[in-house]
């Protein structure tokens, strides 16, 4: 037979929730290190950022810069992707 669910308390759920977001370790690490599923702590994290019990850490200066390096890299990408897409679909177009 399955083993029976486990309950947790609040309040175990809410530390487990702090840890994550300000220990700055991956989540299925700390799930590990609790013994616990690590979907289970992901809801769980979910749910305390959708009711405003936990809000993200700001960025900080070197994660602002690279935010910014990757979205202009990825409008650069999305321009040329754009711009191939079209030089093909001419050059099928001539070749036909």
Do not use: C, H
């Not at 810069?65 to 992707?81: P, T, V």
Request: charged share 40%.
């Amino acid at each position: 037979m399955g083993q029976a669910r486990r309950k947790y308390t609040q309040e175990y759920k809410d530390e487990a929730v702090e840890l994550v977001i300000s220990s700055g370790r991956p989540m299925a690490e700390i799930a590990r290190d609790l013994g616990i599923n690590e979907g289970t702590l992901g809801s769980w994290v979910s749910r305390a950022k959708a009711s405003g019990k936990v809000k993200d850490k700001p960025l900080d200066i070197d994660e602002r810069a690279r935010l910014k390096e990757l979205e202009d890299e990825n409008r650069r990408l999305r321009m040329e992707r754009d711009f191939l897409k079209k030089a093909a679909a001419w050059f099928a177009k001539e070749n036909q």
